[in-house]
């Protein structure tokens, strides 16, 4: 069965620093992967996609995502964050049939000033 | 930026009244969905359909929801008799198909008093 886990409720860093937030998918197929953003209140914004090819993807405010397909991961990474990138991040899988696609839980992402 | 539109933003009723909500999705995209984002942000997926047919839905869909996707109107959900377990928001997506991007509207929020 298809599934995405992202083991971190919440992840607080101080604005500058490095982030990475984890993703692990199952799927026995090729997976279709998505990180997107939920600010408050509002609905879901692309940050990047993975299809096929390079395993790191870059997105949008300098985001990017590596796929590993040996591990069943799609980590998100930023270099530097800012206070702005408080948000709740969520990785998402497009498999199987009917269309169906998957979320992990979210990770509420801190960033302190 | 998506151009998935959702009506209204916020919806308040009481229990067992009528709660109905309403997707315009983006131009051309033949795949739509129906997910429910609880307090904790958890999505359930509760109905696809393609080109006005219903591709999948779940058993709670199947009791007290109600969906359709009309050509040349606006999809929409409705609740026939609300629940205080149904407050959350509800986000309408939609896709060219299987495997590509998701757009998501902003949501409406329902809230059962």
């Known amino acids: 069965a298809q599934s995405v886990t992202q083991p971190d409720a919440r992840v607080t860093v101080s604005e500058g620093a490095s982030l990475q937030l984890r993703c692990k998918y199952s799927?026995?197929?090729?997976?279709?992967l998505f990180w997107y953003v939920q600010y408050p209140r509002q609905g879901l914004q692309l940050l990047l996609k993975y299809y096929s090819g390079d395993p790191v993807v870059q997105g949008v405010n300098g985001f990017e995502a590596e796929f590993s397909k040996s591990n069943s991961s799609f980590h998100l990474r930023k270099a530097s964050v800012h206070w702005s990138d408080s948000a709740v991040y969520f990785c998402v899988l497009s498999a199987g049939s009917n269309n169906r696609i998957f979320f992990g839980d979210g990770t509420q992402l801190v960033v302190k000033p | 930026n998506s151009k998935v539109i959702q009506t209204p933003r916020y919806l308040v009723k009481g229990q067992g009244q009528k709660a109905k909500m309403r997707c315009i999705p983006e131009?051309?995209?033949?795949?739509v969905f129906w997910y429910q984002q609880n307090k904790n942000n958890e999505f359930k997926f509760l109905i696809n359909f393609q080109n006005q047919e219903v591709l999948q839905q779940i058993d709670m869909t199947e009791k007290r929801f109600s969906a359709e996707c009309p050509s040349n109107s606006p999809c929409s959900l409705e609740i026939q008799s609300s629940e205080a377990g149904d407050s959350a928001l509800y986000l309408c997506a939609s896709s060219l198909g299987r495997n590509t991007e998701v757009f998501f509207g902003k949501g409406t929020r329902l809230t059962v008093v």
């Open positions: 799927y026995s197929g090729t997976p279709y």
């Open positions: 131009k051309g995209h033949p795949v």
